[in-house]
């Protein structure tokens, strides 16, 4: 038997669906019918425009969950690289100190010789 979140989730999408159904098929404005159902009229907009968004029609600014994936996981990726190319900067870094270091030391047992 699912628990009380899962059940108030199943819920809440269904109460979505039938809401954003309401507007496509009555002919009211988001605003009548969020009025209607006692929800917020910005609440059932956003429902409205994330599902013409799932269903692939035009709406600028708005992803498909799909997109949305896509885009966290190149986010996560791009984070990933930026920090793989900070350690191999610091290492650069690093390895080129010590190549000035082993230089010097080695002018300095040169001239220590010659002396």
Do not use: F, Y
């Not at 059940?7 to 269904?14: G, T």
């Not at 019918?33 to 425009?49: D, F, K, M, P, Q």
């Not at 708005?62 to 984070?79: Q, T, V």
């Amino acid at each position: 038997m699912p628990g009380g979140k899962q059940v108030h989730e199943a819920v809440h999408r269904r109460v979505q669906a039938d809401a954003i159904v309401l507007v496509d098929s009555s002919g009211k404005t988001v605003t009548a019918v969020a009025r209607e159902l006692g929800i917020s009229s910005a609440s059932l907009r956003s429902w409205c425009r994330k599902a013409k968004a799932e269903q692939g029609e035009d709406t600028p600014g708005e992803l498909s969950s799909a997109e949305r994936e896509e885009l966290e996981r190149l986010r996560r990726e791009n984070r990933e690289q930026q920090q793989t190319i900070e350690v191999l900067r610091k290492s650069a870094r690093l390895l080129r100190e010590g190549e000035r270091e082993s230089g010097r030391e080695r002018e300095n047992r040169g001239s220590s010789r010659s002396a």
